[in-house]
């Protein structure tokens, strides 16, 4: 017994695990936080210039960010031009994980004195961890219904697919779609269930688009494109980067080509809505068939469209109600709730009311209330796929019984102290 | 102190370690992209129809608009004719379906007495069709003249019209087939994409309508409420109107027109609301203004937005060449009185006899 107390003292530790003594600093630890404060200050302000999305990316899902010191800041004519590298929040999150995790190790007493200590710290390694994971596997949807109708797909906020549906069958309808990431590789792509080739020509995340004048130019995007709406309403397309502003609008474009054995049956424009292909019709007869350009081949009826990459669901949300409300002469939203039924299978109906702070969870989803309008009569929820949700909540309990316990332990030994000393006596 | 006895000893943190390295590293690789093929019920609501063509006519491959299907038939000169099938989700009269037609023919506007000897019944397999043939005018140029062969199916609320238009030799030489590929449709509209000739007239109608005398440079003729008077003229505007009332407030009603689209709707939707002191908005928020409106049966656009103390509402109509825009703007609480009266006007526009727009 004695022997394994022996083992697992402080210099034992430390002694089995020297290597690890550089890496449980102090000192690292404080220039960690350090500069986890200015990698926040940083992507602070970069937020306003490239949104919270584009401030995501650059500095917190990254090792490394480059920074350019603000126009508006004082003294940026001679500043502004040089880039400075920002440690990223994976680089930054890394290093607090081996360092807190080594301080365990190397420097912390695993007594039942300190045993607070040791929670608190296991409570942050989990936080840290749970935020890695979070930002590894976590996916984003919306899920948009009209009010009196029933909606079974997600459609995620940022990436798009190509969808070729054969709608023949009136009771079934058969869907191929072919992902971003494949679009973006280009070329040619065959699949055993399409009829025809599809030939990438062009791709992007985001346009500019106009009817324009036939006789004017248009750009080498759109020159051979002959058949649908590109034709008929003779779009013209300029490519744009992507906009990751918290208000940003990006409209993923494609240009491809069927062949059906080496023959060509001409090229089409299709441009993805990000609030939905629905909004095409609304917005103008010219641009109404991009939801589906219709091809007849072989007898069949099959329409390709670009959309928001989509997922269905086993099971569906039918909006029965919305209610919104806002402060008083003003047009900033004080509440907005939606009043759901969730059909399940089997013909099951749950009764929900969705509102803000108050998501709906199920099958591992979670549906905040996002967006409404009360005119046009739908609602918007944002949908979260997090398998980690519950880490932080872990994290914070464990966190929050180490500080108990070690403020406890502190005030019991006090009063003890207390209690026994002369002028109590 | 051995590694190994180390471990023993705090098997449960170093568990916790390496199941989280594990689950960061099994979901850190992203799943690999591929072509997905799925089957679901049918979400499509626009029409499906099938049929079988005669050997000697070719399908147009672009659909577009109403049409569920496009044909020509090939002749050695290359394609000639023009068929179509256009569904219509309500019942359409046959008047209204030969004006479509008649007034590219020449004919002046049908109504049903004057139409009534140009329709005829027609049993196709089991269906009972309506059978109208319109013949144009003689033109010199032409050595035959101009036809439209038009069949109308009615079945289940909905109206289905069967276009043939050739010319005259050629419509006659077609018949037959005609008559067997209309045997051999099946057909099936659209669930929720109705074709729409008008919207839907509002409910109340606050003051009676007065026809008003069309400006002479304007291809509309249309009806103005009793309320309305004559505005301030400006050589911009085709039409000016204002109403007010006794608290001084005051709308001001215009038609103008420009060439092209003049910047298409957004542009025009945000110059309107900043004349009333509204945030502009971008393509996929237009929706919060704007809804389809048709206005004298082309597919047009109507506007609607408040500000603190004005407001605006209009109808906007892009056609090919020109931009049409009706507008009213002032008073906020007076445009909502208006409201009803401004949406009659716009339902009365239609085109002048004689200057069919496009």
Known sequence: MNENKKKNTLGQRRKDFNFLIPFASLRLTITLLSLSMILIFVATLEQVRIGIRGALAEYFESFYGIWYYPEKFWGSEYLQDIPLPIPGGYLLGGLLIINLTAAYIVRFQWTLKKAGIQLIHLGIILLLIGQLTTQAIQEESRMQINKGEKSNFIERFHGVELALRDVTDPAKEQVITVPQKILENGGTLTDKSLPFTIKVHHFGVNCDFDSVDPNKPKSKIVEFVNRGVGKSANLNIIEKEEDFSSDGANFGYLVLELLDQGKSLGQWLTIAHPAGNEVWTKLSPKLADLSFQSIRHKGKLWGITLRQQREYLPFAIELLDIENEYYQGTEIPFNFESDINLHLEGNQTRRALVYMNTPLRHGGLTFYQYQMNDAANYSVFQVINNPSWLVPYIACILVSIGMLWQFSFHLVKFLRKNSKSPANA | ?358
């Open chain 2, 1 to 358: 102190m051995s590694v190994i006895t180390y471990f023993k000893y705090h098997r449960a943190f170093f568990k916790f370690l390496l199941s989280s390295t594990l689950v960061l590293s099994f979901f850190s690789c992203t799943e690999e992209a591929s072509i997905q093929s799925y089957s679901i019920p049918s979400e499509y609501d626009g029409p499906i129809v099938t049929w079988k063509l005669p050997d000697n006519w070719g399908e147009n491959p672009d659909l577009s608009g109403p049409m569920a299907g496009s044909f020509h038939i090939k002749t050695q000169e290359g394609p000639q004719g023009r068929i179509g099938v256009m569904p219509f989700r309500e019942q359409v009269s046959t008047v209204d379906v030969a004006n479509m037609f008649g007034r590219e023919m020449g004919y002046p506007t049908f109504t049903e007495s004057t139409l009534a000897p140009f329709v005829q019944k027609k049993e196709i397999g089991n269906r009972i069709f309506e059978w109208l043939v319109l013949n144009a005018k003689k033109d010199p140029k032409l050595s035959s003249p101009r036809t439209a062969l038009l069949a109308l199916l009615r079945q289940e609320g909905e109206t289905w019209l069967f276009p043939f238009i050739a010319d005259q030799k050629l419509v006659l030489k077609e018949s037959e087939n005609f008559i067997q590929f209309l045997g051999s449709c099946t057909l099936r509209s659209a669930k929720n994409k109705p074709i729409i000739a008008r919207s839907p007239s509002p409910k109340n109608r606050t003051t009676k309508p007065t026809p008003s005398t069309p400006p002479r440079d304007s291809p509309w003729i249309w009806e103005i409420p009793t309320t309305w008077k004559d505005g301030k003229t400006s050589s911009m505007r085709i039409a000016s109107l204002k109403v007010d009332d006794q608290n001084g407030s005051e709308l001001d009603i215009s038609v103008t027109t420009f060439p092209g689209d003049v910047g298409g709707l957004l542009a025009n939707v945000n110059r309107w609301i900043g004349q009333i002191d509204l945030s502009p908005v971008n393509q996929s928020s237009l929706e919060k203004y704007c809804t389809p409106f048709a206005i004298a049966g082309n597919s047009g656009h109507f506007i609607e937005a408040y500000g603190e103390n004005d407001a605006v509402l209009a109808g906007a109509l892009f056609l090919e060449k020109e931009s049409w825009f009706f507008k009213l703007i002032g008073n906020r609480s007076l445009a909502e009185k208006e409201k009803d009266n401004f949406i009659m006007f716009l339902h009365s526009i239609s085109p002048k006899s004689g200057s069919e727009k496009k």
